[in-house]
């Protein structure tokens, strides 16, 4: 089993920046691919960065070029640094792993607040 602890997150201005980080424990070795998704109230859960099976990388595009997603495979880590945040962006953010089998694992979330 993987196990996902996350951290950061908060209150900020617009225009400031947030960096989550996402550690993940256990059968790392199952993990195909790692991401950060969030929700805002009334909406549907969505992707907003991740690295796909081929290592490639995605972004939704309303983060695009403010937004990056970075790993250190030696602590087995997986950040989201967010950068010139907009009210838009607030939501709870969810780290998630897919495994190889296609099994979801998703971590407890945590809130983003963007507001002056």
């Known amino acids: 089993q993987v196990q996902l602890v996350e951290s950061g ?6 225009g400031g920046s947030l960096r989550l980080s996402c550690a993940a424990s256990g059968s790392i070795s199952n993990i195909n691919a790692r991401g950060w998704y969030r929700q805002a109230p ?3 859960r ?7 099976s081929g290592r490639s990388v995605t972004y939704v595009d309303s983060v695009k070029g403010r937004f990056t997603i970075s790993r250190d495979n030696a602590k087995n880590t997986v950040d989201l640094q967010m950068n010139s945040l907009k ?3 607030t939501a709870v953010y969810y780290c998630h792993v897919r495994l190889f089998w296609g099994s979801d694992i998703w971590g407890q979330g945590t809130q983003v607040t963007v507001s002056s």
């Open 9 to 14: 997150g908060g209150l900020v201005q617009p």
């Open 42 to 44: 009334g909406k549907e």
């Open 46 to 52: 969505e992707l907003v960065a991740a690295f796909t």
């Open 87 to 89: 009210p838009e962006d």
